[in-house]
């Protein structure tokens, strides 16, 4: 176990004029397993390299067990890191790709052996470990980068995107057994990954990046439903929430191309508090808070649009109906039993409790 | 159209063994000429199985009357150092160039760029002064050094090294090794079908120089093989072909050893994701 404390942390690169990383803040309790989350170049990995000693701090300060690590060798700062693409050393064993770290701190030979073996154990590679890792299937190697990193018994995993080059199936069984091996290790973890469903589910805290910027940190229950704004609400969800332009007028909200619908009492009360009535703002929906269900229907009679739907994908459990109202589209999250072939016309129910309302300038969430 | 294919493939295969044959013929004649004694040679018979078989002539050069031995181990003693040298320096200096971050990196690269252009011979008689000057000549310091680093093999080690995977150097770091270490432990033996690669090349140009040890040897125990052949064809006597044809045969062999042990790897192709 170990302290964690990124404090106000920026990273800028020689030649560049804009920072990668901008103030950076954050503190890791014990045992946590924090995702770092966001789009491509938006700062993630930087921030974990930058902890691991790859990458040097431009500005502020790491703290681990309250001990100013910035200058401390990657060797020396007890940390064990699992790379996107494996990063075996290729001329290796297995085993010995495993005990490396070990060999190179002088471990013993009896030792070695015996948290290889567990190790190897602990992750299904007992009969791979004389092999070479190009003699191993991708999954199997990333296995392999994990033991690396679990046999060196660390205070501090790192995992830059470890499950981007394994197939989906593959990536939900990894998934599991990354979070089982958190539970059995009880060490802290940052994950970096740019899939939000892996944050989502792996995450004890995700930390939101955008832009080289922390946009949220919090539970994946408060980044979900309590997003702090829009780049948030957008980007944890998947399909995406539906963002509307729209008008706030008495209580309704019209956007002119077909969407008017009323707002209930408890979501304008914050709404005109704040100014926002007769004024532009931005209205964000999740698909699963619009329903098709005639008991939806008969409940939300405020908020009822007669949509066509335009693309249908069949998901199993679930459906996506992609449909539009006027020149307005969006999609709608429903039961596959409401399951609705393009170009059929259907009553949609927006549950407006759920509704999402953002600034128009700076995308801050209305609260 | 297949049976069009397979005359194309006839023609093709008969025009590669013609130019084989005729590639061939004059070391086939060099081995046979090797094993003959010097009138059946210049009898004019272009055969190529001798009619009188001897050695003799390998006799003649290994015996302590000749200086070939010497030459040999000149030879082996110039290439290995000179090899063995150039294969630290040439490949620590691509690495730098394309790893590590120092100030005029690029200047320096641009700069072994523009040299790479400069003609070797243009660069003889100023180095022969400077070896003069440092008291090197007719030493094999002057051989070696002078050619200590090669330019051509730093630019494609750097080209290697430019494409070798950051992240596996960096998990070497995170492992416990420093700078240094992760070079010669992890970097240097995935780096080896370049190196080898390099290694006969750089053994080749050793082994077959005749410009430098011809301007910078004086004394005949300290030649090169290939300033001491020469010397076959100089003496009052004539050219001796038999001699000069074994010692030439005997010269090759280092190079096809060379090439034997090193073979593997240029067929070796390593992934460094992890797969080979």
Known sequence: MVKIKLDHIYKKYAGNDDYSVTDFDMEMKDNEFVVFVGPSGCGKSTTLRMVAGLETISKGNLFMNGQQVNEVQPKDRDIAMVFQNYALYPQMTVADNMGFGLKIRKVPHTEIKKRVDDAAEILGLSDYLTRKPGALSGGQRQRVALGRAIVRDASLFLLDEPLSNLDAK????????????????????????????????????????????????????????????????????????????????????????????????????????????????????????IHTEQIAIDTFTDSIVNSQVVVSEFLGTESNLYSKVGTTEFVAQVNARDFHRPGENVEMAFEMNKAHFFDKDNGVTIE | MKEKSKILKVILYAVLILYAVITLYPFLWALAASFKPLKEIVSGNPGLLPQHFTLDSYKYITGTSSLFTSWFMNSVIVSLIGTIVNLFLNTMAGYALARLNFPGRQRIYYGFLALMMVPAQVLLIPNYLILMNLGMLDSFKSLILPAAINIGNIFMMRQFFLSFPADVEEAAQIDGLGRISTFFRIVMPLARPSIATQAIFVFMGFWNNFMQPMLYISTPKKYTLTLGLQTFTNQQSGVRWDHSMAASIISIIPIIILYIVFNGYFLQGVRMDGEK
């Not at chain 1, 930390?207 to 439903?225: A, F, R, S």
């Not at chain 1, 539906?242 to 706030?248: G, Q, W």
């Not at chain 1, 009323?262 to 698909?287: F, H, I």
């Open chain 1, 170 to 289: 593959l990536r939900v069984e990894m998934r599991t057994q990354i979070a089982q091996l958190h539970q059995r290790l009880e060490t802290n973890m940052i994950y970096v990954t740019h899939d939000q469903v892996e944050a989502m589910t792996m995450a004890d805290r995700i930390v939101i990046m955008n832009d080289g910027k922390v946009q949220q940190i919090g539970t994946p229950d408060e980044l979900y439903n309590k997003p702090t704004n829009k780049f948030v609400a957008g980007f944890m969800g998947s399909p995406a929430m539906n963002f509307f332009d729209v008008h706030l007028h008495d209580n309704r909200v019209s956007n002119g191309k077909g969407l008017d619908i009323v707002v209930p009492e408890g979501r304008l009360k914050g709404l005109r508090q704040q100014g926002y009535l007769d004024k532009d703002v931005v209205m964000g929906v999740r698909p699963e808070d």
